[in-house]
Structure formats: structure tokens, C-alpha cells
């Protein structure tokens, strides 16, 4: 087995930066597993977390705090020890660092609003907020397609503004992606019962790139103490039939596809770090240690770089939407044509901000254009402006993006039908709903 690398904490809190607080509130230590033994990644260090190895397996990226009083900061060191150099610091902190192509990583920056997803290079260049609501976003895993996969709370952008119902089911962890621009944010799945509530998915990642076996670039999560996956074949999450354990933050695969989990039975008082062979009844406990929890399990070994993005953004302020089918919902049809659609924004006080609206034509597309890099939402209206359907969360639009969608939450896995939608053959002008006096939230953009 090639050498492992895993953060080892007297407290994990897994869901704690989800709320813009400490995961490791009494400290934590980068530990290597080589041979059977294990030791340090770094010394002198008060704190360090998030290995993220590099896709040549040289170089270690990780968050440390150098003294107890400083904030998280990225910093680089050899996979095989020595003097770590500081890659990015602040007076803020910065969380789970990971690699990307073309020299760039992306990582949570805390902000007034919570955590941040931003990216940049290994020297700070670039940096570039990949996230433009208020709120937390935590990076999980790079896609080997290039988007980011990142966890938040569900609806999107939840807080006090949520409507009732929303306030009332409570925000819960999502996970979703983005493109390293910023643009084409969305679930990873529309799946959740009841359209509000679940059981919450965090700290998900890619298994199988690269390679043929079956579940090939899958996303395996934890849920609630269980693991769970998307496959894309399927519009639903799948479980994981693991053998009865607690499983608790990131599962790491082996280049044998041995799954490297972080576990512990009803009996054990921290996490341990196991190895585990998908579909056999048993696994095998590698690292234990009886004061600290083991977790964030890293494996020390080559990989193929994910396919860089090109940015397709183009030089304007405002972002163009195209929906083809607004009735349609994996929630259920609408029956009747909306008439018209409102676009709204979040003002400076959190509360929502009408954009204006635009007709909705008999086969349910509409075409809009609106202010980039702000929370947007969308809500469906009857001839006399009464609400058919709305979002509960934000999503946002980035400046210069172009987007189709196939309907109202219809999820990224359904495919459009074959045909111009009517709103283009009347015009190839969007409307306006860009809202010139709105109130902006800056809660993004460098």
C-alpha cells in the first residue's frame, strides 16, 4: 500500500465550517502512514489539516498555523518531509486547499459572510472568487472534468431570509459543483425528499478516475454516519452497502480501488482509519490512536490532472439565462403556462429584491438577461401575478455567462427536447431584468 496521509484531532467537528466555525477546535496534526508506522508530515507547526497531494505525487499542499494565535494559512511541502514554505496567508483564514490544473488550487476563504470558495495560483495570482452569495462553501474534490465539487447549506444561499416553509424543514448539507470560472454553479442532484429536506451529504469525492471498473468517476459522500454515492446512470442517490460502522468526513481510494475510510464502532471512542475493499462484509483498521480522531485520508500516489476548463466568459456586466420549459420540475409539471416570470436579488438587508419580470411563452421558455456575480432566483407567476412555483434558494449568474437551463429544477441530469424554443423565434434579445437600482450583495469578486 502506498503511504497515506490523514489529519489526527482530539475533536473533529465535520459539519463545523459549514457553520464558519473551527472543525479542529483543540488542534490537529498531519500524520503520514508508511510501512505500518506513523509520524508527523511537519513539525513546529501548532496546527495542520488538509493534505492535498499533488498530481505527481511530490508536493504536498495543507492548512497550518504556524502559532496557536494565527489564522489557518496554505502552505507546500515535499511528500517526503523537509521545511514547508508558505504559499498564501492573511489575517483571515484559509481552509482545504486542493490542486488544480495549470498550476492553480482552490480553497474556502473566511469572510464576514462565512466561508468563501475562491481560486488562485500557487504564488496568490489570479485569485478569483468562485462563489457570490452569502454563506459557507467548502471545497470536496477537483472532478477529473474540471469543476469543483463543494458542499453548502440546502436551499442554496439559506439564512433567515428563507421563506417559512424553508425555515421550517431547516437548511441542510448539499453538495455542488462549479466550473474553475465560477459559472454553471448547480446541485450535483435534485433528489431531495419532499423538495426541501435531507439527510444532508458532505465531504464527497470522485473514485474510479481514470480507470474502467465499475462506479468509474462516481461521487461517494458520507451521510449521517452512512456512505451513500451518485452514479451517473442514475438520477438518485444510491447507498453504500458497508458493513455497519460509523463513518464520519472524506473516503480516499487506493490505486487497487480499496476505499480508505474513517471509521469507528459502537465501542470506540475516536475515528480510525480502515481499509475496505467495496462489497465485502469486513474491513480492516490500518491507524488507530485512542486520544484523537483520524480522518481526511490522503493517498500518496500519482494521478491523472483533471481537464482544465476554458473559461467561456465574455466581457460584459450582465449574464444572459435561456430556460426552455419553465413548467417542467422533478417536483411535478406545472399543468398551466406561466405568464410571466420575476427575477429577484438579495438586497444589503438579506431580504428579497424584485428584478422585474418577463412573459413566459406558451411552451414555457423565457429568455433573460441579469446583473452578474449577485444571488439571483427566479419565481413563476399567474396572468394576475400570483406565484406558481418558486426557488427557495440562490443560485447566481457570473459576469459574461451565457445559460440554458431545461426547466425549473429539473435537475442537471435531464436532457432537453430537440426543438427552438419559442422565445427565440419571436426574439434573440433577452429581457432586461438586470434591475439598475437594486441593492448588490458583495459577497464575491476580486
Same mark, same amino acid.
Given at each position: 500500500m502506498p503511504p497515506v496521509m490523514f489529519t489526527a484531532a482530539p475533536v473533529y467537528q465535520s459539519l463545523a465550517a459549514l457553520h464558519g466555525r473551527d472543525r479542529f477546535p483543540k488542534g490537529a496534526q498531519l500524520m503520514v502512514l508508511r510501512s505500518g508506522q506513523m509520524q508527523p508530515l511537519v513539525t513546529g507547526f501548532a496546527a495542520s489539516a488538509d493534505a492535498s497531494v499533488s498530481f505527481d505525487a511530490k508536493? #504536498?499542499?495543507?492548512?497550518?498555523?504556524?502559532?496557536?494565535?494565527?489564522?489557518?494559512?496554505?502552505?507546500?511541502?515535499?511528500?517526503?518531509?523537509?521545511?514547508?514554505?508558505? #504559499?498564501?496567508?492573511?489575517?483571515?483564514?484559509?481552509?482545504?486547499?486542493?490542486?488544480?490544473?495549470?498550476?492553480?488550487?482552490?480553497?474556502?476563504?473566511?469572510?464576514?459572510?462565512?466561508?468563501?470558495?475562491?481560486?488562485?495560483?500557487?504564488?496568490?495570482? @489570479?485569485?478569483?472568487?468562485?462563489?457570490?452569495?452569502? @454563506?459557507?462553501?467548502?471545497?470536496?474534490?477537483?472532478?477529473?472534468?474540471?469543476? #469543483?465539487?463543494?458542499?453548502?447549506?440546502?436551499?442554496l444561499g439559506a439564512d433567515a431570509t428563507l421563506q417559512p416553509v424553508a425555515r421550517m424543514a431547516g437548511p441542510q448539507t448539499e453538495m455542488f459543483l462549479v466550473y474553475a470560472d465560477g459559472s454553471g454553479v448547480e446541485s450535483v442532484r435534485c433528489d431531495h425528499p419532499d423538495g426541501l429536506k435531507t439527510e444532508g451529504r458532505e465531504h464527497g469525492r470522485e473514485i474510479g478516475v481514470g480507470s474502467r471498473v465499475a462506479g468509474a468517476g462516481d461521487i461517494v459522500f458520507t451521510q449521517r454516519g452512512r456512505l451513500a454515492r451518485f452514479t451517473s446512470a442514475l438520477a438518485d442517490e444510491a447507498p453504500v452497502a458497508a458493513p455497519a460502522k460509523e463513518y464520519a468526513g472524506d473516503v480516499a481510494e487506493l490505486p487497487d480501488g480499496r476505499w480508505l475510510l474513517s471509521e469507528r464502532g459502537p465501542d470506540q471512542g475516536h475515528l480510525a482509519m480502515a481499509v475496505w475493499t467495496p462489497g465485502t462484509p469486513v474491513l480492516t483498521e490500518i491507524a488507530q490512536d485512542a486520544e484523537r480522531d483520524l480522518v481526511e485520508p490522503v493517498v500518496v500516489a500519482p494521478r491523472a490532472v483533471p481537464n482544465r476548463h476554458p473559461s467561456a466568459l465574455h466581457d460584459w456586466t450582465f449574464g444572459n439565462l435561456l430556460a426552455l420549459d419553465a413548467r417542467q420540475s422533478r417536483g411535478g409539471n406545472l399543468t398551466m403556462v406561466p405568464a410571466l416570470v420575476r427575477a429577484e436579488t438579495m438586497g444589503e438587508d438579506g431580504r428579497p429584491v424584485s428584478l422585474g419580470t418577463a412573459p413566459v411563452e406558451k411552451d414555457g421558455s423565457f429568455f433573460v438577461q441579469a446583473t452578474g456575480d449577485r444571488p439571483l432566483r427566479f419565481i413563476l407567476l399567474d396572468a394576475a401575478g400570483h406565484p406558481l412555483r418558486a426557488e427557495h434558494g440562490w443560485f447566481w449568474v457570473r459576469r459574461g455567462e451565457q445559460r440554458i437551463c431545461v426547466g425549473c429544477h429539473t435537475g442537471p441530469e435531464r436532457a432537453p427536447e430537440n426543438r427552438v424554443p419559442l422565445v427565440l423565434l419571436h426574439s434573440t434579445t433577452p429581457v432586461d431584468l438586470t434591475g439598475g437600482s437594486a441593492a448588490v450583495v458583495t459577497t464575491g469578486g476580486h
Amino acid at each position: 500500500m502506498p503511504p497515506v496521509m490523514f489529519t489526527a484531532a482530539p475533536v473533529y467537528q465535520s459539519l463545523a465550517a459549514l457553520h464558519g466555525r473551527d472543525r479542529f477546535p483543540k488542534g490537529a496534526q498531519l500524520m503520514v502512514l508508511r510501512s505500518g508506522q506513523m509520524q508527523p508530515l511537519v513539525t513546529g507547526f501548532a496546527a495542520s489539516a488538509d493534505a492535498s497531494v499533488s498530481f505527481d505525487a511530490k508536493t #504536498v499542499l495543507f492548512a497550518g498555523k504556524k502559532t496557536a494565535e494565527d489564522p489557518w494559512q496554505i502552505w507546500r511541502v515535499p511528500v517526503e518531509g523537509g521545511t514547508p514554505q508558505l #504559499v498564501l496567508g492573511g489575517k483571515t483564514d484559509l481552509i482545504r486547499p486542493l490542486w488544480m490544473p495549470d498550476g492553480r488550487m482552490v480553497y474556502a476563504r473566511r469572510e464576514a459572510s462565512g466561508f468563501t470558495l475562491e481560486a488562485a495560483g500557487l504564488d496568490g495570482s @489570479g485569485a478569483l472568487w468562485l462563489s457570490y452569495l452569502p @454563506g459557507n462553501f467548502i471545497p470536496d474534490d477537483v472532478l477529473r472534468d474540471g469543476r #469543483v465539487l463543494f458542499e453548502s447549506d440546502f436551499p442554496l444561499g439559506a439564512d433567515a431570509t428563507l421563506q417559512p416553509v424553508a425555515r421550517m424543514a431547516g437548511p441542510q448539507t448539499e453538495m455542488f459543483l462549479v466550473y474553475a470560472d465560477g459559472s454553471g454553479v448547480e446541485s450535483v442532484r435534485c433528489d431531495h425528499p419532499d423538495g426541501l429536506k435531507t439527510e444532508g451529504r458532505e465531504h464527497g469525492r470522485e473514485i474510479g478516475v481514470g480507470s474502467r471498473v465499475a462506479g468509474a468517476g462516481d461521487i461517494v459522500f458520507t451521510q449521517r454516519g452512512r456512505l451513500a454515492r451518485f452514479t451517473s446512470a442514475l438520477a438518485d442517490e444510491a447507498p453504500v452497502a458497508a458493513p455497519a460502522k460509523e463513518y464520519a468526513g472524506d473516503v480516499a481510494e487506493l490505486p487497487d480501488g480499496r476505499w480508505l475510510l474513517s471509521e469507528r464502532g459502537p465501542d470506540q471512542g475516536h475515528l480510525a482509519m480502515a481499509v475496505w475493499t467495496p462489497g465485502t462484509p469486513v474491513l480492516t483498521e490500518i491507524a488507530q490512536d485512542a486520544e484523537r480522531d483520524l480522518v481526511e485520508p490522503v493517498v500518496v500516489a500519482p494521478r491523472a490532472v483533471p481537464n482544465r476548463h476554458p473559461s467561456a466568459l465574455h466581457d460584459w456586466t450582465f449574464g444572459n439565462l435561456l430556460a426552455l420549459d419553465a413548467r417542467q420540475s422533478r417536483g411535478g409539471n406545472l399543468t398551466m403556462v406561466p405568464a410571466l416570470v420575476r427575477a429577484e436579488t438579495m438586497g444589503e438587508d438579506g431580504r428579497p429584491v424584485s428584478l422585474g419580470t418577463a412573459p413566459v411563452e406558451k411552451d414555457g421558455s423565457f429568455f433573460v438577461q441579469a446583473t452578474g456575480d449577485r444571488p439571483l432566483r427566479f419565481i413563476l407567476l399567474d396572468a394576475a401575478g400570483h406565484p406558481l412555483r418558486a426557488e427557495h434558494g440562490w443560485f447566481w449568474v457570473r459576469r459574461g455567462e451565457q445559460r440554458i437551463c431545461v426547466g425549473c429544477h429539473t435537475g442537471p441530469e435531464r436532457a432537453p427536447e430537440n426543438r427552438v424554443p419559442l422565445v427565440l423565434l419571436h426574439s434573440t434579445t433577452p429581457v432586461d431584468l438586470t434591475g439598475g437600482s437594486a441593492a448588490v450583495v458583495t459577497t464575491g469578486g476580486h
